[in-house]
């Protein structure tokens, strides 16, 4: 066993085998992920042949520049490799079941990453592959993200339990991973938008209720400016997700008053930082000049994706290995 082989094997397990969504992480997983995403990060070169030999299936039925970037990369410096599979046309399950598909790959390949519309699809594909499934952003959450978006909250603030947080615009797939994760991080986060675009009213509750066990906790409101008052964090999204196109000129509207601009970043903790997922709208859901200030860490949230997943990878794949 190489020297690399034994650093991973003294690292803890997850208690799950997929990241399907941020819900069934544990609080120590979650802990676990990020820690270890921090030592993959100062100290690439013990990882470099982690995943030697592994070979991972990416599967994208929506656009990616991030995601699919950081998983070939990660694959890549960890020894491993990555195939591309491009389902924007036919969608996963259309020429052929779910099942099929996850039942052939897990003949050739060591994981499963996954970016559908369906969230049924990356839980049909967890069904049934025996090797690990990760969500890479389905319309309903983005794990990915918010794991590495708190890597770079841990970084920035030295701490994230009882950390104030807002989230302003759309309550969308992202808003539901930050909600749920937050939630075991104990964060304190305040979620503005407009009335008819909330989080799913399931998750938002379960968040709050694990938030409230966690010492953190959740509100949900309508006005962008209450909900950033005194935030060190505020955080935005686009107002059409991928998906959501045909709506984009009435969402437009709808969502002006929730961009977040000088203004409103002026209402937040005078040390508050900007976070968005990318891609950005300039223009729509932040104004140029936010997105360009010292108070955005956009690339550093994007650069963590990498190590989040780095992370992310070994610990799974090396999960099945045992
Ligand atoms: N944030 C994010 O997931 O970006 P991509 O859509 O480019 O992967
Ligand atoms: N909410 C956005 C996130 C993109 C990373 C979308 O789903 O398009």
């Known amino acids: 066993m190489s020297t690399m082989m034994a650093a991973v094997e003294k690292i803890e397990r997850l208690s799950v085998h997929d990241l399907v969504s941020d819900r069934e992480l544990g609080r120590a997983d979650v802990s676990l992920i990020l ?3 921090e030592r993959v990060k100062a100290t690439p070169g013990s990882f470099a042949r982690a995943l030697e030999g592994r070979q991972l299936a990416l599967i994208f039925e929506k656009p990616s520049l991030r995601t699919r970037v950081t998983f070939e990369v990660a694959m890549t410096a960890t020894g491993g490799h990555a195939v591309y599979l ?3 046309k036919p ?3 259309e020429r052929e079941s779910i099942k099929d598909i996850a039942k052939n790959l897990e003949r050739w390949v060591d994981g499963i990453v996954a970016r559908t519309f369906a969230q049924s699809a990356v839980d049909e594909l967890a069904e049934h592959a025996a090797i690990p499934v990760i ?3 389905t319309d309903t959450w983005h794990p990915c993200q918010s794991l590495g978006d708190f ?8 701490r994230l339990k009882g950390l104030k947080m807002a989230f302003v615009g759309d309550g969308n797939n992202v808003c539901h991973s930050l909600m749920m994760t937050g939630a075991k991080l104990g964060v304190a986060l305040n979620v503005a938008t407009p009335a008819g675009f909330e989080p799913k009213a399931e998750i938002f509750e379960e968040a709050k209720a694990i938030a409230r066990k966690n010492g953190g906790r959740i509100h949900l409101l309508r006005d962008p400016a209450e909900a950033v008052a005194g935030a060190q964090a505020v955080y935005t999204d686009v107002w059409a997700s991928m998906g959501q196109e045909f ?3 009435l969402r437009t509207q709808v969502f002006a008053p929730y961009q977040v601009n000088e203004a409103l970043m002026s209402r937040a903790d005078g040390g508050a930082v900007f976070m968005h997922c990318l891609p950005a709208h300039r223009g729509q859901e932040v104004s140029e000049g936010v997105m360009d200030s010292p108070r955005s860490i956009v690339y550093e949230q994007a650069e963590n994706r990498l190590h989040v997943e780095k992370a992310l990878l070994i610990l799974l ?3 099945g290995r045992h």
């Open 35 to 37: 820690n270890f995403a």
């Open 86 to 88: 491009d389902h924007a």
């Open 91 to 93: 969608r996963l399950g």
């Open 135 to 137: 969500n890479a952003l």
């Open 151 to 158: 890597m770079t909250l841990g970084e920035k603030f030295g």
């Open 247 to 249: 709506a984009a000129h």
């Open 317 to 319: 794949l090396e999960n």
